[in-house]
């Protein structure tokens, strides 16, 4: 496999994942704003390290899926349940009203990068979705497990992250007050992302059917 494309494929997978609103990116574009470009970028860098080893954790675990097709079977059916209702819930239950979010305050300018590494760490939801996006472009034969391969994807998936905690930290002050990073086109985007993955999901049980 190319591993360009594996970088690509990592780099994609990531950056969609990344790029609505949350905790990592929210707070990367406020420590820029308050504190500067600088200790923004520190936060950022100390938020990706983590994402290293999570990508790289959910990477082996799928590889050890994929050497259980029994497994992988019950969990894309499961998973695939899972991300209709998410799309369901985004795109015709989620309440559509700006809530202000919170901002964590940290008394010690020069804790920024372990304040990145902290926050990251506590969001668990990348391995679960990093696995599952491993195993699904394995099944279609675009991602291998070998050592160069798992290397390119979690590079891939680093630079992903990187990138949209960038974008939060250079656009933040130009984009904030657009429709589209509104609640609402957020939950839009958020449900349109976990339909297409249901779809991607879908294809893979009936392939296999």
């Known amino acids: 496999m190319n591993l360009t494309i594996v970088f690509l494929l990592g780099f994609a997978a990531t950056f969609l994942a990344t790029l609505p609103p949350g905790l990592l990116n929210m ?12 200790r923004g970028v520190m936060f950022s860098l100390g938020a990706c390290l983590v994402v290293v080893f999570q990508a790289l954790i959910a990477t082996v675990f799928a590889r050890y899926l994929s050497n259980h097709p029994d497994v992988i079977d019950i969990l894309q059916r499961v998973a695939f349940v899972i991300f209709v209702l998410v799309s369901v819930y985004f795109l015709f239950i989620a309440k559509s ?13 020069s804790s920024r ?4 590494v902290f926050l990251s760490a506590i969001n668990v939801f990348p391995v679960p979705f990093q696995a599952y996006m491993a195993i699904t472009l394995s099944s279609f034969g675009w991602l291998s497990f070998d050592k160069t391969s798992i290397a390119s994807y979690v590079t891939g998936a680093t630079t992903g992250a ?3 905690l ?28 976990t339909g297409i993955v249901a779809v991607i999901t879908l294809i893979n049980i009936i392939k296999e059917v």
């Open 97 to 109: 009203t700006d809530k202000p979010k919170k901002e964590i305050e940290v008394k010690s300018k």
């Open 162 to 164: 990187f990138v949209v």
């Open 113 to 116: 990068f372990f304040q990145g």
């Open 27 to 38: 707070n990367a574009a406020k420590i820029s704003m308050k504190d500067g470009h600088v």
């Open 166 to 193: 960038y974008i939060y930290m250079f656009f933040f002050e130009k984009i904030k007050g657009r429709s589209f990073t509104s609640q609402k086109n957020m939950n839009y985007l958020i449900g349109g992302i």
